[in-house]
T-cell receptor
Framework: QKEVEQNSGPLSVPEGAIASLNCTYSDRGSQSFFWYRQYSGKSPELIMSIYSNGDKEDGRFTAQLNKASQYVSLLIRDSQPSDSATYLCAVSSNDYKLSFGAGTTVTVRA | GAGVSQSPSNKVTEKGKDVELRCDPISGHTALYWYRQRLGQGLEFLIYFQGNSAPDKSGLPSDRFSAERTGESVSTLTIQRTQQEDSAVYLC????????????FGNGTRLTVT
């Protein structure tokens, strides 16, 4: 079983719609959770971090964490063509080592 | 402040040659990771340094790959006797060791083995 799994995608959404990205993890002791965005040919950049159960909003992005279900999600509201990228879920275990999912590619159709 | 710096940004080498890739982490970051990313693929973990602890080398794909880091400073990733399948972007990232610290990535080294 992979440590961090993401819905495989690709995910195509029309401009203005909500893009929903899901991630599950295997280590129940995980404490820190991150979403990175990676544009084609570029390095990953951090867009959200979440540490407690519930929702965390930052602009058009909302991260949701449910530790009991070992599930973290990212919602992108009012999707824009500039949101087209690969989104990586990352989870930090007790020894602080970060594990990444394989990523979900999102395409926003104008 | 300065981010994670990697050099060279591009490297073209002939099959069978050795290459050395360099990563200069953000000052004060005790954790340092190397990843490999083949075209159109996800991040492949290679090695993890955390302070002065023994590195986690579990991701190194073969004994042709090695990495060093002295203290909390520069790290080098060495690939010996390069093969065409080693062609990829090699990404370095660093963070504080304390829980909850996100990774900051360098711009990567694009390695092409001909």
């Amino acid at each position: 079983q992979k440590e961090v799994e993401q819905n495989s995608g690709p995910l195509s959404v029309p401009e203005g719609a909500i893009a929903s990205l899901n991630c599950t993890y295997s280590d129940r002791g995980s404490q820190s959770f991150f979403w990175y965005r990676q544009y084609s040919g570029k390095s990953p950049e951090l867009i959200m971090s979440i540490y407690s159960n519930g929702d965390k909003e930052d602009g058009r992005f909302t991260a949701q964490l449910n530790k009991a279900s070992q599930y973290v999600s990212l919602l992108i509201r009012d999707s824009q063509p500039s949101d087209s990228a690969t989104y990586l879920c990352a989870v930090s275990s007790n020894d602080y080592k970060l594990s990444f999912g394989a990523g979900t590619t999102v395409t926003v159709r104008a | 402040g300065a981010g994670v710096s990697q050099s060279p940004s591009n490297k073209v080498t002939e099959k069978g040659k050795d290459v050395e890739l360099r990563c200069d982490p953000i000052s004060g970051h005790t954790a340092l990771y190397w990843y490999r990313q083949r075209l159109g693929q996800g991040l492949e973990f290679l090695i993890y340094f955390q302070g002065n602890s023994a590195p986690d080398k579990s991701g190194l794909p073969s004994d042709r790959f090695s990495a060093e880091r002295t203290g909390e400073s520069v790290s080098t990733l060495t690939i010996q006797r390069t093969q065409q399948e080693d062609s990829a972007v090699y990404l370095c990232a660093s963070s504080y060791t304390t829980g909850g610290s996100p990774l900051h990535f360098g711009n990567g080294t694009r390695l092409t083995v001909t």
